[in-house]
């Protein structure tokens, strides 16, 4: 269970560039909650999400993750129990390194590193049955140099990394948005798979209305720093864009401004 | 011709043992500037102290291998020094090893008592009145440090290490402390430093505060040098392999124009200028390529043009 209360956030605080990012939040998630979060530029998602990895520091308030307070731990520590996927497909990856390499170290997620060898033949084999999963043809791949393949390739190959070691929670940041259409959808549908097979909690944050509708259990809206909409279950079912669109602007008293939003 | 080809064939066993151990000095820049992504400025201080460190206890009597290993151990800590100041007092990365550096002046001078401290009346492992015999002891101590760094960056260690140079967000969302792997790369990037310090000065005969003046650069020349080498690059060990590779090829090139009449003092500007060809050229290959694409681009129906082989 996620457990977010009185989280505040702001950027250049004293300056002339003074942002607020996250006004107040109060979020409860949980176990197997698959939230989607929408919201315009600069209404603070992708903040929420820096802020439960650890990226950066909140001004006041708690992150409670199945019983245990991130934020006096920092990132690297908090990663053994995320899983994390990024806008940008060149983030979650090391490019000099190989994909067998880059799966290891995902694979020692939270784990002692010593001197043991860092990719074993166990785990190549495990590595194989893994990619599979991804129907890339990466499993014939596995000592290719990872800045070798595709942004979609990438972000599948990251994916899967985040799963790897089964995560407490899953934070996906806009991570189909820098991939073209065929390979977005492609992605989409392996987080989903993935979600469900193994029963995560995950957090998606999206600029696609359809897709935020479409995926998940849990729609949640962002606008200056807070939630403005929560909806659930059948509700969610049943949301459509256009209803969606205009139970925005009800809530935050303004036309739904964003072009991205829109088109998408 | 026949004449400055005989004196430059004579000079080669010189240029050769002492490249090899600059090629030492070559594996410990290649783990910051290549793995570890981080510009050292460390090098230049860390050199000497291995030196200084080296030739005193030399001197006191301690044995030579005892003095290389004392030599290792105080570039290491010249490493820790310049890895804490980046990652526990956020001085940035190139400021951060400058820093070292010049403080190390102070130390280095320090540990000599004097700017020069000759190594009369005791042997080291080797020198350069017996260049063959330099050439087997530098290779030893060169394969063994490109052996022991083969397998430590295949550890799990060791990726971590490669991972932060790589991609230092990846790292952490994998659990990396990167903080801790940069002062690590540091340690060992500078502890070969300090090793490669305590051979030269054991190779000289000497201790000089100035020795380790333009190390970072030559060792830099000897890297890219030996990243040209085409049948050196296919894997990870051979690439380390390739700095020492480079480095004797470095001392061949200067034995060679030296012999040729350019003044010794022109030298560091001869490696100043080779490494910002060889750090420049790739630079201005992408442009002129990416030039060439805009332009094929816009005369799509204009007749393709042969590429060029460089």
């Given at each position: 269970?996620?457990?977010?209360?009185?989280?505040?956030?702001?950027?250049?605080?004293?300056?002339?560039?003074?942002?607020?990012?996250?006004?107040?939040l109060?979020l409860?998630?949980?176990?197997g909650?698959?939230?989607t979060?929408?919201?315009?530029?600069?209404?603070?998602?992708?903040?929420?999400?820096?802020?439960?990895?650890?990226?950066?520091?909140p001004?006041?308030?708690?992150?409670?993750?199945?019983?245990?307070?991130?934020?006096?731990?920092?990132?690297?520590?908090?990663?053994?129990?995320?899983?994390?996927?990024?806008?940008d497909?060149?983030?979650?990856?090391?490019?000099?390194?190989?994909?067998?390499?880059?799966?290891?170290?995902?694979?020692?997620?939270?784990?002692h590193?010593?001197?043991?060898?860092?990719?074993?033949?166990?785990?190549?084999?495990?590595?194989?049955?893994?990619?599979?999963?991804?129907?890339?043809?990466?499993?014939?791949?596995?000592?290719?140099?990872?800045?070798?393949?595709?942004?979609?390739?990438?972000?599948?190959?990251?994916?899967?990394?985040?799963?790897?070691?089964?995560?407490?929670?899953?934070?996906?940041?806009?991570?189909t948005?820098?991939?073209?259409?065929?390979?977005?959808?492609?992605?989409?549908?392996?987080?989903?798979?993935?979600?469900?097979?193994?029963?995560?909690?995950?957090?998606?944050?999206?600029?696609?209305?359809?897709?935020?509708?479409?995926?998940?259990?849990?729609?949640?809206?962002?606008?200056?720093?807070?939630v403005?909409?929560?909806?659930?279950?059948e509700?969610?079912?049943?949301?459509?864009?256009?209803?969606?669109?205009?139970?925005f602007?009800?809530?935050?008293?303004?036309?739904?401004?964003?072009?991205?939003?829109?088109?998408? | 011709?026949?004449?400055?080809?005989?004196?430059f064939?004579?000079?080669?066993?010189?240029?050769?043992?002492?490249g090899?151990?600059?090629?030492?000095?070559?594996?410990?820049?290649?783990?910051?500037?290549r793995?570890?992504?981080?510009?050292?400025?460390?090098?230049?201080?860390s050199?000497?102290?291995?030196?200084?460190?080296?030739?005193?206890?030399?001197?006191?009597?301690?044995?030579?291998?005892?003095?290389?290993?004392?030599?290792?151990?105080?570039?290491?800590?010249?490493?820790?020094?310049?890895?804490?100041?980046?990652?526990?007092?956020?001085?940035?990365?190139?400021?951060?090893?400058?820093?070292?550096?010049?403080?190390?002046?102070?130390?280095?001078?320090?540990?000599l008592?004097?700017?020069?401290?000759?190594?009369?009346?005791?042997?080291?492992?080797?020198?350069l009145?017996?260049?063959?015999h330099?050439?087997?002891?530098?290779?030893?101590?060169?394969?063994?440090?490109?052996?022991?760094?083969?397998?430590?960056?295949?550890?799990?260690?060791g990726?971590?290490?490669?991972?932060?140079?790589?991609?230092?967000?990846?790292?952490?969302?994998?659990?990396?402390?990167?903080?801790?792997?940069?002062?690590?790369g540091?340690?060992?990037?500078?502890?070969?430093?300090?090793l490669?310090?305590?051979?030269?000065?054991?190779?000289?005969?000497?201790?000089?505060?100035?020795?380790?003046?333009?190390?970072?650069?030559?060792?830099?020349?000897?890297?890219?040098?030996?990243?040209?080498?085409?049948?050196?690059?296919?894997?990870?060990?051979?690439?380390?392999?390739?700095?020492i590779?480079?480095?004797?090829?470095?001392?061949?090139?200067?034995?060679?124009?030296?012999?040729?009449?350019?003044?010794?003092?022109?030298?560091k500007?001869?490696?100043?200028?080779?490494?910002?060809?060889?750090?420049?050229?790739?630079?201005?290959?992408?442009?002129?390529?990416?030039?060439?694409?805009?332009?094929?681009?816009?005369?799509?129906?204009?007749?393709?043009?042969?590429?060029?082989?460089?």
């Amino acid at each position: 269970m996620l457990k977010i209360s009185g989280l505040k956030k702001t950027f250049y605080r004293g300056t002339v560039h003074e942002k607020v990012a996250i006004r107040e939040l109060e979020l409860t998630f949980q176990d197997g909650d698959f939230v989607t979060v929408i919201g315009g530029n600069g209404a603070g998602k992708s903040t929420v999400l820096n802020l439960i990895a650890g990226v950066f520091e909140p001004d006041c308030g708690s992150i409670e993750l199945d019983g245990i307070e991130l934020t006096s731990l920092p990132e690297y520590r908090r990663a053994s129990l995320l899983g994390r996927v990024f806008q940008d497909p060149m983030c979650g990856t090391a490019a000099d390194m190989t994909i067998q390499e880059n799966l290891a170290l995902a694979s020692r997620r939270g784990k002692h590193r010593g001197l043991r060898r860092g990719v074993t033949r166990t785990e190549r084999e495990q590595f194989v049955e893994q990619l599979k999963t991804l129907e890339l043809g990466l499993e014939d791949r596995l000592t290719a140099q990872v800045g070798l393949l595709s942004g979609g390739q990438r972000q599948a190959l990251t994916l899967l990394m985040a799963t790897m070691q089964r995560p407490h929670l899953l934070l996906l940041d806009e991570h189909t948005a820098a991939l073209d259409p065929k390979t977005a959808a492609r992605v989409l549908a392996l987080s989903q798979q993935i979600v469900e097979r193994e029963g995560l909690t995950a957090i998606m944050v999206t600029h696609n209305m359809r897709d935020a509708i479409q995926t998940g259990n849990r729609l949640i809206m962002m606008h200056e720093g807070r939630v403005v909409l929560d909806i659930s279950g059948e509700e969610k079912k049943k949301l459509t864009v256009e209803e969606l669109m205009a139970r925005f602007s009800r809530a935050s008293g303004e036309a739904l401004a964003s072009d991205k939003m829109l088109l998408a | 011709m026949s004449h400055m080809l005989s004196s430059f064939l004579s000079a080669c066993p010189g240029a050769v043992s002492q490249g090899i151990l600059w090629g030492v000095l070559a594996l410990g820049i290649a783990i910051t500037f290549r793995i570890l992504n981080y510009a050292d400025m460390t090098v230049d201080g860390s050199m000497c102290t291995g030196a200084a460190v080296n030739a005193v206890l030399l001197l006191k009597g301690v044995s030579p291998l005892t003095a290389l290993f004392a030599a290792a151990a105080v570039g290491m800590l010249a490493g820790l020094l310049t890895g804490s100041l980046h990652t526990r007092l956020g001085i940035p990365v190139i400021l951060s090893g400058i820093l070292t550096q010049l403080g190390l002046y102070s130390i280095n001078m320090r540990i000599l008592g004097r700017s020069n401290l000759p190594l009369l009346g005791v042997e080291g492992l080797l020198s350069l009145r017996d260049p063959y015999h330099a050439i087997l002891v530098g290779s030893v101590f060169a394969l063994a440090m490109v052996g022991l760094l083969s397998w430590f960056f295949t550890t799990e260690q060791g990726y971590g290490i490669r991972a932060t140079g790589s991609n230092a967000g990846m790292a952490r969302a994998q659990g990396i402390n990167t903080d801790s792997a940069i002062v690590l790369g540091l340690m060992i990037s500078n502890g070969l430093v300090g090793l490669a310090g305590g051979l030269l000065a054991q190779y000289q005969g000497y201790a000089d505060v100035n020795m380790g003046r333009g190390a970072i650069v030559i060792g830099l020349a000897s890297l890219v040098l030996g990243e040209a080498v085409p049948f050196l690059r296919s894997h990870f060990s051979l690439r380390l392999f390739a700095s020492i590779v480079g480095a004797i090829l470095y001392y061949l090139v200067i034995t060679l124009v030296l012999q040729a009449g350019l003044n010794t003092n022109d030298l560091k500007l001869l490696s100043a200028l080779v490494v910002t060809v060889a750090l420049g050229l790739p630079t201005l290959r992408q442009k002129r390529a990416a030039k060439r694409a805009q332009t094929a681009a816009l005369h799509k129906n204009a007749p393709q043009q042969k590429k060029e082989t460089v």
